[in-house]
C-alpha cells in the first residue's frame, strides 16, 4: 500500500504566488524526508530534505514544514516561477549509514502561469 | 557531478521478448535502485541493491529480475516482457551516509519501454 499520501495531484499557480505541495506517512520509523523535483525528460533530482528534529528548513525559495504529531510534511514555494513548473515528489524513508530505498508519493504536477 | 546513465531512452520490443535495462553509475555509489514511473502512481520500487551481487525485492518484483555483478553496473532484466510492464524505468543511486545530504538518490534519466 502507499506508504506516503501525497496532494493536490495537479496545480496551477500564477507568478509570485505560493505553491503548496501536502505529504502524510503512517510509519512512524521515517526519519527522512526528502523532496525530488522531475523535469520533462529528465529523472527526479533532490530539492530539499527534513530530518524530524527540525520543523522547517528553508533553502532559497523553497521551504518544508514538518508536524511530527500529525505525521504530515509539506512543501512551500515562495515567489513561483514558471521555470518552477515540474512534477513534485516527496517521500520518505529511514535515515541510515546504508541508504534505505525511498517510499514516495504519487507526485504533484505543478504548473505557474506567466 | 554524480552521472547515472542508463543504456536506451526509448525501446520497444515484443511480448515475450526477454529484455535487459542496464544502468551504470559513476561515483562508486554503493546503493543501485530500479524504479518504473507511470502516470498517477508516482515512482514504485521494482529492486535495490546494497552491494554487489546483493539485491532486495521492492514493491513491485514480480515479472522482475536483476543483477548486480559489479559495483556500478546493475541491470533490470524482464524474463517475458508483457504489455503491462510498458513504463518509464528509472535508474538510481545513493552513496552510503555523507555529511549533508544523507540518503540522496542520484537518477538517470529514464528508459522508456514500450512492449507490444
Known amino acids: 500500500q502507499q506508504q506516503v499520501k501525497q496532494s493536490p495531484q495537479s496545480l496551477i499557480v500564477q507568478k509570485g504566488g505560493i505553491s503548496i505541495i501536502n505529504c502524510a506517512y503512517e510509519n512512524t520509523a521515517f526519519d527522512y524526508f526528502p523532496w525530488y523535483q522531475q523535469f520533462p525528460g529528465k529523472g527526479p533530482a533532490l530539492l530539499i530534505a527534513?530530518?524530524?528534529?527540525?520543523s522547517e528548513k528553508k533553502e532559497g525559495r523553497f521551504t518544508i514544514s514538518f508536524n511530527k504529531s500529525a505525521k504530515q510534511f509539506s512543501l512551500h514555494i515562495m515567489d513561483s516561477q514558471p521555470g518552477d513548473s515540474a512534477t513534485y515528489f516527496c517521500a520518505a524513508s529511514i535515515f541510515s549509514n546504508s541508504g534505505y530505498a525511498l517510499n514516495f508519493g504519487k507526485g504533484t504536477s505543478l504548473l505557474v502561469t506567466p | 557531478d554524480v552521472k547515472v546513465t542508463q543504456s536506451s531512452r526509448y525501446l520497444v520490443k515484443r511480448t515475450g521478448e526477454k529484455v535487459f535495462l542496464e544502468c551504470v553509475q559513476d561515483m562508486d555509489h554503493e546503493n543501485m535502485f530500479w524504479y518504473r514511473q507511470d502516470p498517477g502512481l508516482g515512482l514504485r520500487l521494482i529492486y535495490f541493491?546494497?552491494?554487489?551481487?546483493?539485491?532486495e525485492k521492492g514493491d513491485i518484483p514480480e515479472g522482475y529480475s536483476v543483477s548486480r555483478e559489479k559495483k556500478e553496473r546493475f541491470s533490470l532484466i524482464l524474463e517475458s516482457a508483457s504489455t503491462n510492464q510498458t513504463s518509464m524505468y528509472l535508474c538510481a543511486s545513493s552513496a552510503n551516509q555523507r555529511e549533508g545530504r544523507g540518503n540522496e538518490q542520484f537518477f538517470g534519466p529514464g528508459t522508456r519501454l514500450t512492449v507490444l
Open positions: 541493491s546494497y552491494d554487489v551481487k546483493m539485491k
Open positions: 527534513i530530518r524530524p528534529d527540525v
